[in-house]
T-cell receptor, first 116, second 116 residues
Framework: AQSVTQPDIHITVSEGASLELRCNYS??????LFWYVQSPGQGLQLLLK??????LVQGIKGFEAEFKRSQSSFNLRKPSVHWSDAAEYFC??????????????FGKGTHLIIQP | EAQVTQNPRYLITVTGKKLTVTCSQN?????MSWYRQDPGLGLRQIYY???????DKGDVPEGYKVSRKEKRNFPLILESPSPNQTSLYFC???????????????FGPGTRLTVL
């Protein structure tokens, strides 16, 4: 079965500074990878996704992520954060797991705090 | 506006009192799913549906039921709620029957359930 690890539960970044959120996955084949953002009191919104091809993917709100097969990673980056980026970020892997769940397996999330 | 709606948004109930959380999407999506979100655990899939009359268990199905009689609706039923089902619930939908693994899922705003 697939799994996703987000090692950082909380990250604090100053406004205007760069950001990198880490995500490691475990899956036996090429995964489908996603980053979602959850603003306070809101549902989840897709930031970007990777299926195949170029390993550097661009998303909405100025975010990008890089798929590194050798490291089983899909880290999310942004060159300059804004106060409105404060939210919970979830990395997810999509895969068919045979007799198990068919859908997304989520990491436990990283809570991003922006300091003025 | 394309969206996934859930009702109610907030619900406080007592142990053993049957309840239903409704989910509806207006995007003609075939795939629908229910997740629960708990602190420190991220999102976990409860049930999913590939199409009308086709449903299957996710990772944490115990204590829940679902039905898919119409394409647009996917209600979550708790026949006898217990306090350990206190959680934030999200419904999601995706374009096609492979959508659980590969396509973007669109999430509803969430239902916060408290079982006393």
């Amino acid at each position: 079965a697939q799994s996703v690890t987000q090692p950082d539960i909380h990250i604090t970044v100053s406004e205007g500074a760069s950001l990198e959120l880490r995500c490691n996955y475990s899956y036996g084949a090429t995964p489908y990878l996603f980053w979602y953002v959850q603003s306070p009191g809101q549902g989840l919104q897709l930031l970007l996704k990777y299926f195949s091809g170029d390993t550097l993917v661009q998303g909405i709100k100025g975010f990008e992520a890089e798929f590194k097969r050798s490291q089983s990673s899909f880290n999310l980056r942004k060159p300059s954060v804004h106060w409105s980026d404060a939210a919970e970020y979830f990395c997810a892997v999509g895969a068919r797991s045979g007799g198990g769940a068919d859908g997304l397996t989520f990491g436990k999330g990283t809570h991003l705090i922006i300091q003025p | 506006e394309a969206q996934v709606t859930q009702n109610p948004r907030y619900l406080i109930t007592v142990t053993g009192k049957k309840l239903t959380v409704t989910c509806s999407q207006n995007m003609n999506h075939e795939y629908m799913s229910w997740y629960r979100q708990d602190p420190g655990l991220g999102l976990r899939q409860i049930y999913y549906s590939m199409n009308v009359e086709v449903t299957d268990k996710g990772d944490v199905p115990e204590g829940y039921k679902v039905s898919r009689k119409e394409k647009r609706n996917f209600p979550l039923i708790l026949e006898s709620p217990s306090p350990n089902q206190t959680s934030l619930y999200f419904c999601a939908s995706s374009l096609d029957r492979d959508g659980g693994a590969r396509n973007e899922q669109f999430f509803g705003p969430g239902t916060r359930l408290t079982v006393l």
